[in-house]
């Protein structure tokens, strides 16, 4: 065994054809921040044996692996995330090599499921039926498009040495999005872009282990309740968004990043989209420091849009030459 340190450890990661079933990578992720590894459950018998320690045996009741990954939003192997955290994807060639993934919330509490493969120096271990816990996509001003991904899976495994192949990708920088609002979905594409300073989203799904007797590995890794939530920055200019808040207005939401440097096919362009049909929104806060230009935050929540039976994510839209996932 070696020291090393943690940039020399690659992550891959794959779509599982059969839930549960291990996939080799299709993707290498480039990752910024990375801890995924081994977790247990443990009874501790406290019987007496007359004396007064309070304890003599340990074990293990659940073994499983959970953590967290985090990097820059890529514009292909970004998909096999969306698809893991919305469970649909529909994919159409659009425009020469460009191709427009569509995805969508599947109304199934067995999402698709990943393989992720960590290779270090001293090992190579792969991990079953990942499942995707919570996402939050943060737009910061002067940086990158980053994520954040909380993830559950079966307990590692020993796997033979694989190689990693990083590949070549467009990213997204914040100088690249855009905020808009309108009454409904339809009205979003002719709105006007908001001046946003900062915004976050977050879209969660209340992961549970099914744990079953006769093993310590869960039989299954479920999604349940469905969840999104985020935080938008303005500058203080106007009282729009707090009266969203105090009319209890909803509105449709579009955050969109567009790399317009960028031709892929005839003349798409690298795109990521999400879009809410129906938030409303709450906690508004000034802030009003001295010597600095006044902003405003406000936290939103996604919604069912129960009229137009659209989910509270509506479509994730990812533009890219990736032919599908």
Not at 223 to 228: D, E, L, S
Request: aromatic share 10%; proline share 2%.
């Amino acid at each position: 065994m070696s020291k090393y340190i943690g940039r020399r450890v690659s992550l891959g990661i794959a779509r599982e054809t059969t839930r549960g079933t291990y996939v080799a990578p299709t993707f290498w992720l480039p990752h910024t921040e990375l801890s995924f590894d081994d977790k247990t459950e443990k009874v501790v018998s406290g019987e007496a044996l007359g004396v007064i320690n309070d304890a003599s045996e340990a074990f293990i009741t659940s073994l499983f692996s959970q953590g967290s990954m985090s990097g820059e939003v890529r514009d292909r192997s970004f998909g096999l995330l969306l698809y893991a955290m919305l469970g649909s994807v529909s994919s159409v060639n659009t425009d020469g090599a460009a191709w427009t993934h569509t995805f969508s919330l599947a109304a199934s509490n067995q999402h698709a499921s990943l393989s992720l493969v960590l290779v270090s120096p001293d090992e190579t271990v792969f991990f079953r039926r990942c499942m995707l816990q919570a996402i939050t996509i943060t737009y910061e001003l002067g940086g990158y498009v980053t994520f954040e991904a909380e993830w559950m899976a079966h307990a590692s495994e020993d796997s033979a040495v694989q190689s990693a192949s990083f590949s070549v990708e467009n990213k997204f920088v914040t100088r690249m999005a855009s905020v808009r609002f309108a009454a409904n979905i339809a009205g979003l594409g002719a709105a006007s872009e908001t001046s946003v300073k900062r915004a976050r989203i977050t879209i969660s799904k209340n992961l549970v282990r099914d744990d079953i007797l006769g093993t310590i590995e869960p039989e299954d890794i479920l999604n349940q309740q469905f969840g999104v939530e985020g935080e938008l920055e303005l500058n203080y200019e106007n009282t729009t968004v707090k009266d969203f808040m105090t009319a209890n207005t909803y509105r449709a939401l579009r955050i969109n990043a567009v790399d317009t440097n960028t031709t892929i096919g005839g003349s798409s362009n690298p795109t990521f989209r999400l879009d809410l049909p129906r938030v409303h929104f709450f906690d508004w806060e000034p802030q009003n420091a001295l010597n600095e230009i006044r902003r405003q935050t406000v936290s939103f929540k996604g919604l069912y849009d129960l009229a137009n039976s659209q989910n509270a994510i509506h479509q994730a839209v990812l533009i890219n030459t990736a032919t599908g996932y």
